[in-house]
Structures are given as C-alpha cells and as structure tokens.
C-alpha cells in the first residue's frame, strides 16, 4: 500500500503519475483505505446535492437498470457510502469490489484492478466550485457513475475484460487508442433502449449538466458504436463531448471488442486521427450535431491557451 501522507486522502492531490517501485502483481500498490469517518458533514452535504440533482435528472434519461441498482447497492442519499456496505452488496451479486484511490492512478496499475475485478474509487469529494464537472474522478463520480451497472453481468465482464485488454495495449504502447474506447464508453457511452437514447458512461450519469446535453442538446454528432472508428477518436476532457457513439446492447460492445486488437492497433496507426467534432465517411450518424457548442468549446479553449501562455510569459520576464 501507498504510503499517503498529511490528511492528502481527502483531497486531491495531482495525477500520481508516479509508478513508484511499482510492478505487475502488486495490485493494492495504489490502494488507499477510505477512511470514512472522516467525511466532514459539508462533504457529505454535497454528496447529497448531487445525488438529488442527478435523481431529478436522471430517470427517463440513464439506462434502465442503473436506477434500479442504485437502490439495490444501498447507495444512499443523504451521505457518502461506506465502501464496506457497498462491498457486500457488491461482491456477492458481481464478483466484483470497490476499492480506494487518492486519485487518477497511472494506466497500467489502474487497468490491473480492473482485470482482478476491483473498481477504483476516489476517496475525496468534490467542492461546491466543482459541481458541474471535475475532471478528476471523485467518489460521487466513481461510486454513482460507475458501479450500478456493474450490475449488468455482460458490463461487467466488459470491464474485466477491458483491464486485460489495456494491460496487453500497454505491452504494445497502444494505451491512447484503448483509451479512447474506455473514454467513449464507460465515461460517455450512450445506449439505445426501446424507449429511447439512453446514458451508461459514468462521466455523464455523474454530470447534471452533461446528463442533459448529451441526449436533448442539437449540437453533438451521434453516431453508431463502430470499434475501429472509436480507436481513432481523439477527446477532450475539459468539456462535454461533441460526438456521442451508440451502442445497441452490452453484447454489442462485449461482441466488438472480443477479437485480437493487435491487428487493429496496427490498422489504426496508419490511418489520420478524428477529431471530437469531425464525422468520418463510414459513420452510422443518428444526429448530425450542429456543432454550435464545439465551435464556442473551441474558441474557449484557445482563450484559455492564450492566457496560459501570457502568465507563462509574464512569469519568465520577472
Ligand atoms: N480483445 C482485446 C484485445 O485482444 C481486448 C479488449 C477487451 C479490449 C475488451 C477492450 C475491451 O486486445
Ligand atoms: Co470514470
């Protein structure tokens, strides 16, 4: 176990991009305990919030069974879940657990859980500043976002299977193109049910105002799930995504991701990257996005550039 020091287990402290002494098969390396008891009752309070906006928000909108399991696992309104109480709901019913983390954890330590059936979950909690979206996964991303469909035994064999499958990408320095894959369905995966588009990636079941804009917004491109097409899809985690890709089913996505992706890493290399905005000739387009929000995204981002660089600038010259 890491050792983490001063109170840092409440907050987040930066990427550990630090392997350490680090190697495959020390599993827990990165594992922290929760340390429930010392949630202030602000943090609890904002777990509160955000469980309720996301409840408002949410039915009609997520995936049919996340609504369901999330009252099965117990996760509560009005506080933050003791791992624990998750974890025996949790193991018995999937085989798999929830453990913690300080934080994002380096890909390949983090894919080694995944492959051993253990869900990482960020210890600290968000601030009211950060409600809308944080781009580190906190408990209330992890623990609501992702766990309910961990319920779904196809799903969750699909994580398993993603952890090996990342361990293998990163023997073959292919971890960017299987990221994007994580990125486009586990975090922002839509799913099309009988009664409609529905949320499953985590990153938007999270997100009060991505909840929305994802599914009702005119500005995203959705697009049918096509495995090879997904690998060359770059993204940006500053802001909601500007194409959506669609899965019909769990088996679908279990199905398209079984065979060897060595050969298609291969393929993918070769061919141009697309950008999160851009629609390529093979795609299936259920929504041709207007693409109103990506070009304000757009023009906000190179502000935000500009003016990183002019600190950077000013700072040199004093
Ligand atoms: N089948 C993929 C491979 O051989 C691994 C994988 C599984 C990737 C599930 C993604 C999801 O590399
Ligand atoms: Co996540």
Redesign the pocket.
Known sequence: MKEITGNSSRVFEGHYSDLGDWKRGDIDYFVVPQRWDDYTTEEHAIWRDLYHRQMEILPGRAISLFMDNLKELGIAADRIPDFDDINKILKPKTGWEVVGVPGPIPVEPFFELLANRRFPVGTFIRTREQFDYIQEPDVFHDLFGHVPILFDPVFAD?ME??G???L??ADHKAVYM?GR?YWYTVEFGLIQEEDGLRIYGAGILSSPTESVFSLESDSPNRIKFDVKRLLRSRFFIDDFQDTYHVIESFDEL?EA??????PYYDEVRKLPTIQPPELAESDVVLHKGTGEYARKAAENRAERQKQKQEQEAARKAE
Not at 257 to 262: A, G, I, S
């Open positions: 699909y299977a993603y090996k499958g990342g293998k990408a299987i894959l279990f991701t079984k065979p060897d992706f060595l």
